[in-house]
């Protein structure tokens, strides 16, 4: 049994964590209001993966919930109070070898002006609506939309 590496970053009403196991059965997600559990077999040896953490600070378990991709589990705990950022995911400041920070979702989020607030309400809604595993959003389509309202706003080169 060996922990399953896993990157983290923070939003405004939530923590996201996601665990990098490929072809994952078994998952099992355990929220509790100061600590987080994880463990799963992946791959066709079976490899049993089991993570705990001590967190930084509160979260509701009843608002948070996990999906399992083929290559990942993301999971989304909400705070427990909202607006508060986590400088870190650990309650503990001592380095983590299997954890790290997933610097591509990272959002400096409280310089945020009120056109990104008004995006990550929208964004806090649609994680507010979604159900249990499986019922994370299809978030690549948000790119493509803002990408296309972009192409409107550019001028005609031609």
């Known amino acids: 049994m060996q922990p399953a590496s896993a990157k983290w970053y923070d939003r405004r009403d939530s923590v996201f964590i996601e665990f990098l196991v490929e072809d994952s059965k078994d998952v099992k997600v355990n929220f509790e209001k100061s600590k987080f559990g994880f463990s799963c077999l992946s791959g066709t040896d079976n490899m049993k993966h ?22 990942s589990v993301l999971c989304c705990l909400r705070k427990a109070e909202p607006g508060k950022s986590w400088p870190r995911i650990t309650k503990d400041k001592a380095k983590v070898n299997w954890l790290s920070v997933d610097f591509n979702n990272w959002k400096d989020w409280e310089d945020d002006s009120e056109e990104d607030v008004a995006n990550y309400d929208r964004f806090s809604e649609m994680m ?25 706003k550019m001028p005609d080169l031609e």
């Open 50 to 71: 089991s993570n705990e953490i001590d967190l930084f600070g509160s979260i509701d378990q009843d608002g948070s919930k996990h999906k399992r991709t083929d290559r």
């Open 128 to 152: 507010g609506n979604m159900g249990g595993e499986d019922d994370l959003p299809d978030l690549d389509g948000a790119d493509e939309e803002s990408a296309d309202s972009d192409d409107e």
